[in-house]
Nanobody
């Protein structure tokens, strides 16, 4: 199982970025995939997740600005980030898990089994 992220970078406030996460391995067995972030000095937090049936959970700070999606044929997870703010600056990670999670809290809890290497997103004011 391998998750490879791409698409991070630097942008001014109000700008947009799209992150991608290509998965290799037992991709058809994942039940949840998601995006998490960790800013310097802060704990890792959930950003958005999507399950095998397409149910989506978003963290409150990103609702209405970020969109998570999957391309099943390409085994790739995306995170479209619009109206970026300086407080969105963080290392962003994609993650996958086989367990079924029954609440938005669980779907955004950063205890997934498999993780990508992380991609830096920096938003300047």
């Amino acid at each position: 199982v391998q998750l490879v992220e791409s698409g991070g970078g630097s942008v001014q406030a109000g700008g947009s970025l799209r992150l991608a996460c290509a998965s290799y391995g037992y991709t058809s067995s994942y039940y949840h995939t998601g995006w998490f972030r960790q800013a310097p000095g802060k704990e890792r937090e959930g950003v958005a997740s999507i399950d095998r049936d397409g149910k989506i959970a978003y963290a409150d700070p990103v609702k209405g600005r970020f969109t998570i999606s999957k391309d099943h044929a390409k085994h790739t997870l995306y995170l479209q980030m619009n109206s970026l703010k300086p407080e969105d600056t963080a290392m962003y990670y994609c993650a996958a898990d086989f367990l079924i999670r029954h609440s938005d809290y669980a779907r955004l809890r950063p205890d997934f089994a498999y993780w990508g290497q992380g991609n830096q997103v920096t938003v300047s004011s």
